[in-house]
């Protein structure tokens, strides 16, 4: 089945450690990008990925960090300067048309 | 900056009303429009879409969105809903021809169908 992975999907942490999602695609596409969900607030775009070895921060980027060694994955570390960092993140990734794909999702929850 | 505002936080409606929902985006360029449905506990996924052409473009499920340009709106439609369709939905735009094809969301609108 092509799709988008996103694991774990559910994940809690303790305040102050760095964590890491993963999100993996078999679609072949070449951009790859990370969104923040909220309640209330729709989805917010962290990182961006258009090719293998580059990526762009989005309109949150500041207290995470990604990596794009492969086409297929862009994980995602959420660091201990993310002052708010329960959410919901959706990896979402888009090939040669201008729609993009969507994973599960992971659920955060730092305490 | 670019912006999307969807109007209807929170929607409940019986079996067979008919919804609207209202999406408008500030750009004064051109735009690919989009309407996204996440429906509980599934994938966010693509619902309908408009590139260019015929303004009123029609998606899966019965729905049905029309662009109406000098109103900068995107709204969604279908005439008759079903318990099924309780899911939030996204209007989200993106800049035609933009190098990096990001998406701007809405704030998303709850739908709620009453059997």
């Known amino acids: 089945d092509g799709g988008i992975t996103q694991s774990p999907k559910y994940l809690f942490r303790k305040e102050g450690q760095n964590v890491t999602l993963s999100c993996e695609q078999n679609l072949n596409h070449d951009a790859m990008y990370w969104y923040r969900q909220d309640p209330g607030q729709g989805l917010r775009l962290i990182y961006y990925s258009q090719i293998v070895n580059d990526f762009q921060k989005g309109d949150i980027a500041e207290g995470y960090s990604v990596s794009r060694e492969k086409k297929e994955s862009f994980p995602l570390t959420v660091t201990s300067a993310q002052k708010n960092p329960t959410a919901f993140y959706l990896c979402a990734s888009r090939g040669q048309t201008y729609e993009q794909y969507f994973g599960p999702g992971t659920r955060l929850t730092v305490t | 900056a670019q912006s999307v505002s969807q ?105 709620a169908v009453q059997p």
Do not use: M
């Open chain 2, 7 to 111: 109007h209807n936080h929170h929607v409940i409606l019986s079996e067979a009303a008919s919804l609207e929902l209202g999406c408008n985006y500030s750009y004064g360029g051109t735009v690919n429009l989009f309407w996204y449905v996440q429906y509980p506990g599934q994938h966010l996924q693509l619902l309908l879409k408009y590139f260019s052409g015929d303004p009123l473009v029609k998606g899966i499920k019965g729905f049905e969105a029309e662009f109406i340009k000098s109103k900068f709106s995107f709204n969604l439609r279908k005439p008759s809903v079903q318990w099924s369709d309780t899911a939030e939905y996204f209007c989200a735009v993106q800049n035609y021809g933009g190098a990096t094809n990001k998406l701007i969301f809405g704030t998303g609108t709850l739908l």
